[in-house]
Nanobody, 116 residues
């Protein structure tokens, strides 16, 4: 089994920054892509950003220019640097990993709260 352990969430004022980290451990797998999704109360889970093993990135329009995703392949870790945070960024952020055979793995989620 593969475990994803997230860290770095918390409470921040609008305009502030946070960095989320997610480390994959357990059974060794070939990872195709890693990414972050978020779910606000009463809303569906949505994509925030993804990064492939070749470092191709994809961002939601709402976070472009503010968030940066990166990964350390040697450590099977993905990061999300979040700058200029807005109250509408408040959500539970979930780490996602897709293996080479298209199996999805999810972290337990970390709360990000942005106060106005």
């Amino acid at each position: 089994q593969v475990q994803l352990v997230e860290s770095g969430g918390g409470l921040v004022q609008a305009g502030g920054s946070l960095t989320l980290s997610c480390a994959a451990s357990g059974r060794r797998i070939r990872i195709n892509s890693m990414g972050w999704y978020r779910q606000a109360p009463g809303k569906a889970r949505e994509l925030v950003a993804t990064i492939t093993s070749g470092d191709s990135t994809n961002y939601a329009d709402s976070v472009k220019g503010r968030f940066t995703i990166s990964r350390d392949n040697a450590k099977n870790t993905v990061y999300l640097q979040m700058n200029s945070l807005k109250p509408e960024d408040t959500a539970v952020y979930y780490c996602n990993t897709v293996s080479a055979i298209q199996v999805n793995y999810w972290g337990q989620g970390t709360q990000v709260t942005v106060s106005s």
